[in-house]
């Protein structure tokens, strides 16, 4: 089935009013919090309201967020975890022992690392390809036929840029499914559904709810009917990996700002990037809105309205030069995770040296402060 079509009202129609959720009790312009994990059924044991019995399978607030986010992205349907790696766990474990996966190299550590231990434990054969490259990743789709092939754009510490649309063609022509961590760029700046993903993954901990305050994950879907959903559906109900209401409205009030707070970390962080490629003491800037980018051309046509918050750059002078200039940083908060609306920032080496990460390259996640306050302070910690 194709994807529907998006929306007719704009992203930050839908999001600012909550997808036009309303208290139905008070007529409050909020929705409510519905702690109930178990619901009552009428005199002949019908259950009473929208077919609720127990929020293990029927979460009032984490459907409210699963209705916004579906419309964000224009899927037929969305559903929410209590993390982002229980969405990657969720989508992989459907796949049957003996399967072969297809899975883009140097994407977020954690992917790599659970996905490879996950496929050791089920006998099932991954291979890791720079789906960067769209002929590598198309030849290794027809040799090996994969169920399903798994790609993040932008990639996360290397601002890869994929090609979604011809990576679908090759899975499709070869029987299997693409999923696509769209984590960094959220549906505000490419709904993947439309470039032909199957599903979409985020991280909700990061853009989605950009507070830096809930941990969740999601997944969004082009077809509903689909076997892999429907095996998602139901084993997220039976084996229980469901977000909790609080953290489900919280997630929901913090999606209300996204397009607002993914313009401003954008136009921040091209500000930011074209700063740093500036800075004699920087070797290399890392960001897909700069026309010196490998994949700008594939960003500019894929990425609608900037380029996300995160940004990458190799400081001269390797590990005691990076490490020099984070520890002078004020406003940047030293600490993992992108996406909030403060800036942060990362020495992946510390974190993965062993992926061949440059000793000198720091990630930035870009806030929404001020973007002279930012460069300000990078420009003290960098040396002027
Ligand atoms: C953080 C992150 C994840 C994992 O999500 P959690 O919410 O931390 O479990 C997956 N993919 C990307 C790109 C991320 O940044």
């Not at 594939?298 to 190799?314: E, T, Y």
Request: aromatic share 6%; charged share 15%.
């Amino acid at each position: 089935m194709a994807p529907k079509n998006l929306d007719t009202l704009k992203p930050a129609t839908i999001a600012a009013q909550a997808g036009g959720l309303l208290d139905d009790a008070t007529g409050g312009v909020v929705p409510s919090i519905h702690p109930a994990t178990t619901f009552v059924r009428d005199e002949d044991y019908v259950p009473a309201v929208d077919g609720n019995v127990y929020s293990r399978s029927h979460a009032p607030n984490g459907r409210m967020v699963e209705g916004v986010l579906a419309r964000l992205e224009g899927a037929a349907d969305a559903m929410v975890f209590p993390s982002g790696m229980a969405a990657v766990a969720a989508v992989f474990r459907t796949l049957p022992a003996g399967a072969t996966v297809l899975v883009q190299s140097q994407i977020y550590w954690g992917t790599t690392a659970w996905i490879r231990a996950f496929c050791t434990r089920r006998d099932i054969t991954l291979i890791e390809v720079e789906a960067a490259d769209t002929d590598a990743f198309t030849a290794t789709c027809t040799a090996h036929k994969p169920a399903l092939a798994w790609i993040e754009t932008p990639s996360n510490p290397w601002l890869r840029i994929v090609d979604i649309a011809p990576c679908a063609e090759a899975v499709h022509a070869n029987g299997g499914l693409l999923v696509a961590d769209m984590t960094t760029a959220t549906p505000v700046l490419t709904p993947a559904l439309s470039f032909g993903a199957d599903i979409v993954m985020h991280s909700a901990t990061k853009g989605l709810n950009g507070h830096s305050d809930v941990l969740a994950g999601a997944l969004a879907v082009a077809d509903a009917s689909s076997a892999v959903w429907q095996a998602i559906r139901s084993d997220r109900d039976m084996a229980g990996a469901v977000l909790g209401p609080f953290e489900a409205w919280l997630l929901l009030r913090g999606m209300r700002t996204l397009p607002l707070r993914v313009e401003r970390m954008s136009s921040n962080a091209q500000k930011l990037a074209e700063y740093l490629s500036d800075h004699p003491a920087v070797e290399t800037v890392l960001y897909p809105g700069l026309p010196t980018h490998k994949g700008h051309t594939l960003a500019c046509a894929q990425m609608k309205g900037g380029f996300g918050p995160l940004l990458s750059f190799v400081v001269k002078g390797a590990a005691p030069a990076a490490l020099g200039a984070v520890a002078r940083l004020k406003l940047f908060h030293r600490a993992t995770s992108l996406g909030g609306v403060e800036s942060l920032v990362e020495h992946r080496h510390t974190i993965e040296p062993h992926t061949g990460i440059p000793e000198g390259l720091l990630r930035l996640s870009v806030g929404i402060e001020d973007a002279g306050d930012l460069a300000d302070d990078l420009g003290q910690a960098l040396g002027q």
